[in-house]
C-alpha cells in the first residue's frame, strides 16, 4: 500500500521503445486522476522518485532479452500484488523475437566490434513465459482506453473489460466499408483481437495485426484470403511477422506458409531479415 493509504503503483522497462509507458503519460487530463487515486511509486520515465516496494500494482512494459532481464522479472514478480503486462513486447516478445527465427550469435559477429561485451539471450521472449501474469494488455503500443478501463476497474476490484474478439467487430461499430471486400486491401482484422477502434481500417488500411491475434483466428483461412488478394508468400510471412512475431498463432501459421513454400519462394531465414 502507497502512502495515504493508497495503492501503490510501479511501471517497469524491459527491451522496448517506451511507447507504451508514453501511453501512459498521454493520458493528460485522466492522468491527473490516476495520480490522484494511486501512489506512483516507481516511474522512471515519468519521476526520479522511488518509493520502497512491494507494490499493489506493478505494469511492465518490455521483453525479455538478456540474463539480467530474467533475472529482474522474478524480483518484480515477487513484491508485485498485481501484475500486468503492456504491450507487444511485453505480452509476444515484440518486433524484437524476430531474432528467434535466426542466429543471434552471428548477428552480434557482424553488428558488433567486440561481441564478446554483449551478453543477450538467443530469443526475445514475453514476461509471461518467465513468471505469472494477473492481466495483458496487447497493441504496439497499447490503447488509452484500454489501459484507462483497467486501471479503473483494478482500483474498483471488478475484472476489466478487455475484448478477445476481432477488430472487424469495432469495424462494424464504426460503420466503416470494409478494405477487404470492397477495395480488396489485404487486411489481418479478422484475425486481430480489437482494442485499438479499427484505426488503420478507419483509413482505408488493412489492418497489419498490432493487437495480435484474437483467441478463435482461423490463420489458414486468413492466408488464402490473402493469397487470393495478390499477396506472395514471402509478403503473407511478412505480414504474420511484425510487432507480434513472436505470438504462437502468428508464429505457427508463419511457420507453416513457410514449410509449404515452394522453389522459387522465400526460406525462413530470407524472410526473417
Not at 494488455?137 to 489501459?147: E, H, S, V
Not at 473489460?161 to 462494424?172: A, D, F, G, H
Not at 478494405?179 to 480488396?184: E, K, M, Q, S, Y
Request: proline fraction near 5%; hydrophobic fraction near 35%; glycine fraction near 10%.
Amino acid at each position: 500500500m502507497g502512502t495515504a493509504g493508497k495503492p501503490s503503483l510501479a511501471v517497469w522497462k524491459f527491451a522496448s521503445c517506451d511507447g507504451c509507458q508514453l501511453t501512459l503519460l498521454n493520458c493528460e487530463d485522466e492522468l491527473l486522476s490516476i495520480a490522484g487515486a494511486v501512489t506512483i511509486a516507481y516511474f522512471p520515465e515519468a519521476t526520479r522518485a522511488v518509493v520502497e516496494g512491494p507494490y499493489d500494482v506493478s505494469l511492465v512494459e518490455g521483453s525479455v532479452t538478456t540474463p539480467h532481464d530474467a533475472e529482474r522479472i522474478q524480483q518484480i514478480r515477487a513484491m508485485s500484488g498485481t501484475l500486468v503486462t503492456i504491450g507487444a513486447c511485453a505480452t509476444a516478445g515484440g518486433i524484437q523475437a524476430l531474432r528467434n527465427l535466426g542466429d543471434v550469435r552471428e548477428f552480434r559477429s557482424v553488428v558488433y566490434a567486440h561481441p564478446e561485451y554483449v551478453e543477450t539471450l538467443d530469443r526475445s521472449t514475453p514476461i509471461a513465459a518467465h513468471v505469472s501474469v494477473d492481466h495483458e494488455l496487447r497493441g504496439c503500443p497499447i490503447d488509452k482506453r484500454q489501459l484507462l478501463e483497467l486501471l479503473a476497474a483494478l482500483l474498483a476490484g471488478r475484472k476489466p473489460r478487455i475484448p478477445t474478439y476481432s477488430v472487424c467487430i469495432e469495424c462494424k461499430e464504426r460503420g466503416n466499408v470494409c478494405v477487404a471486400v470492397a477495395d480488396g486491401t489485404p487486411c489481418l482484422g479478422p484475425v486481430t483481437q480489437a482494442g485499438c477502434g479499427a484505426l488503420c481500417p478507419s483509413f482505408a488500411r488493412g489492418c497489419y495485426g498490432c493487437f495480435g491475434p484474437q483467441d478463435s483466428a482461423n490463420l489458414p483461412s486468413m492466408t488464402r484470403r490473402l493469397r487470393a488478394q495478390g499477396m506472395s508468400e514471402p509478403q503473407v510471412i511478412r505480414l504474420y511477422r511484425t510487432f507480434n512475431t513472436g505470438a504462437e498463432a502468428f508464429r505457427a501459421e508463419s511457420q507453416r506458409v513457410v514449410s509449404g513454400s515452394t522453389a522459387g519462394t522465400a526460406t525462413a531465414e530470407e524472410v526473417s531479415t
